[in-house]
């Protein structure tokens, strides 16, 4: 694959950057120096530079960057310049926060369908979302040939939504259950680990007593 | 500090085992061999391993690990086998989801009063749990001496209820917004990445295209 170049650590990094860019466009700032961000982000120089530099943007001597094009470089760079549809599967209550969930347009997801087992649930509009039967979930995303499936429901119930999509040709999968997802290799799975947060947090915590 | 020796990746798989190790036991397995963990879970045998012995626990050669006395090695280490309270600070979406998301008590957290700013929510309860005015936060919070305070509040509102958790004492924090927070080195800050997490997924299939 020609992305081993970037490293994990660097791709995890950018959506603070661009948060960090973002709300100083939003205080009417133009241009930043690497090491402002370097002390505001408590990152080092030289690993902001380097960070920076995946995204082909290089910074001007005095004038360090322009606030608008950094953002633009690392929205391109993510592919976050455009909306990819995605399609939800489980509209309990974390699938229904994520739909709630504006800021993710401006991380170019789209969420554009929902799906669920429970009849209550089924024919209803979660913020602006219809809810669907699981079982119309392979017909519609290979209709619509969506590439990003969210997993939000059970432990449980992960692998077998997980196959579901496989069939449905899903390109990649953001599982937020905590299963651990057996799926082709040509398909790619994102896991959100809340639990390791909470691990390092708590393990933390424990020390300080 | 004491815990300069375990390794952040080891503490963030921890909870992959402990999930796994629960979901044996539900299935009624009582041991497990280091080397079907590290198949299952696709993590390398040697890592398994090591990961394992910060926990102190230690397998026994053709018998592997019993599963009981390992995911009580683990909950202990990560002081998941009591709970500790913890208030969550912004009632919307995500804080409401959160609210609901009961496995949050199978490691160790027990969120018992919420905060928000809208009055419509002040006085109401969401999956059993208080929401409070924002201006009772750190009166509450000292009271009742909650170390945890969890923020789901927008990125602009994060430092001000940052400040307030710090004023009222609490120890670690949460932090699910996209701000990063200035607070006291004393005081432990966990960040939420859903954004990294994000990144990732949608530069791996920029990739693909």
């Keep these: 694959m020609s992305d081993v170049k970037v490293p994990s650590p ?4 950018l959506p603070k950057y661009l948060n960090y860019l973002r709300r100083l466009q939003e205080l009417g700032e133009v241009a ?11 990152i080092q120089h030289t690993q902001v530079r380097k960070d920076l530099a995946v995204t082909g943007v290089q910074g001007v ?12 470089a690392i929205e391109k760079f993510l ?20 739909l709630g969930y504006r800021a993710f347009q401006r991380s170019g997801l789209s969420i554009v369908e929902a799906f669920d087992l429970n009849q209550d649930k089924i024919g209803q509009k979660l913020h602006d979302v219809t809810v669907y039967h699981i079982d119309d979930l392979v017909n519609h995303v290979k209709a619509k040939q969506i590439p990003i499936g969210i997993i939000t429901v059970s432990a449980k119930a ?3 939504v997980a196959n579901l999509l496989v069939d449905a040709g899903i390109q990649a999968i953001w599982n937020f259950s905590h299963e651990k997802l057996n799926v082709p290799p040509s398909v790619i799975v994102e896991d959100v680990e809340l639990d ?3 691990a390092e947090l708590s393990y933390h915590l424990k020390q300080r007593h």
């Design 196 to 198: 390791s947060s909470l």
């Design 79 to 98: 592919d976050w310049n455009t909306l990819t549809p995605a399609v939800i599967v489980g509209a309990g209550n974390l699938g229904s926060a994520l």
């Design 10 to 13: 660097t791709l995890r990094r």
């Design 61 to 72: 001597p005095k004038v360090g960057h322009k606030i608008d094009i950094l953002i633009d």
């Design 158 to 160: 992960a692998q077998n």
């Design 32 to 42: 930043i120096s690497a090491s402002t961000m370097s002390r505001d982000l408590d």
